[in-house]
């Protein structure tokens, strides 16, 4: 004699949400034009060197050289790109990389009596 017990499918375990999601997300929305406003200076200073713009806010110091606002404005836009994959639903940690498929019961075997 074959018994065969089936349960109902209950809910899929989902991965719970990663803690301050928005907090990340909106720190990536504000991080966002202060790197678009680094560049800028990057650019103004560059072209200031070259003689097409007119002089540059910072005459000397640190802040004076085109490369230090340059990777200024890189290392925010890495952080934004971080910070945005860290809080979006779709985040590597999350995403397997195979669909989930529906389970199917085997065949059933019946014993010939």
Same mark, same amino acid.
């Given at each position: 004699?074959? #018994?065969?017990?089936?349960?109902?499918?209950?809910? /899929?375990? =989902?991965?719970?949400?990663?803690?301050? /999601?928005? &907090?990340?997300?909106?720190?990536?929305?504000?991080?966002?034009? %202060?790197?678009? %406003?680094?560049? #800028?200076?990057?650019?103004?200073?560059?072209?200031?060197?070259?003689?097409?713009? @007119? %002089?540059?806010?910072? /005459?000397?110091?640190?802040?004076?050289?085109?490369? &230090?606002?340059?990777?200024?404005?890189?290392?925010? /836009?890495?952080? &934004?790109?971080?910070?945005?994959?860290? @809080?979006?639903?779709?985040?590597?940690?999350? #995403?397997?990389?195979?669909?989930?498929?529906?389970?199917?019961?085997?065949?059933?075997? =019946?014993? %010939?009596?």
């Amino acid at each position: 004699m074959l #018994v065969r017990i089936r349960l109902p499918h209950g809910p /899929q375990i =989902r991965p719970s949400r990663r803690k301050n /999601q928005r &907090v990340a997300l909106a720190f990536a929305a504000l991080l966002t034009p %202060a790197a678009f %406003a680094a560049f #800028v200076l990057a650019l103004w200073r560059l072209g200031a060197d070259l003689g097409y713009l @007119g %002089a540059f806010a910072f /005459q000397d110091g640190l802040l004076s050289r085109w490369q &230090v606002w340059f990777a200024i404005a890189l290392a925010v /836009q890495l952080a &934004v790109i971080y910070l945005t994959r860290y @809080g979006s639903n779709e985040s590597p940690a999350h #995403v397997s990389a195979e669909p989930r498929r529906a389970h199917t019961p085997p065949p059933s075997s =019946r014993r %010939a009596s």
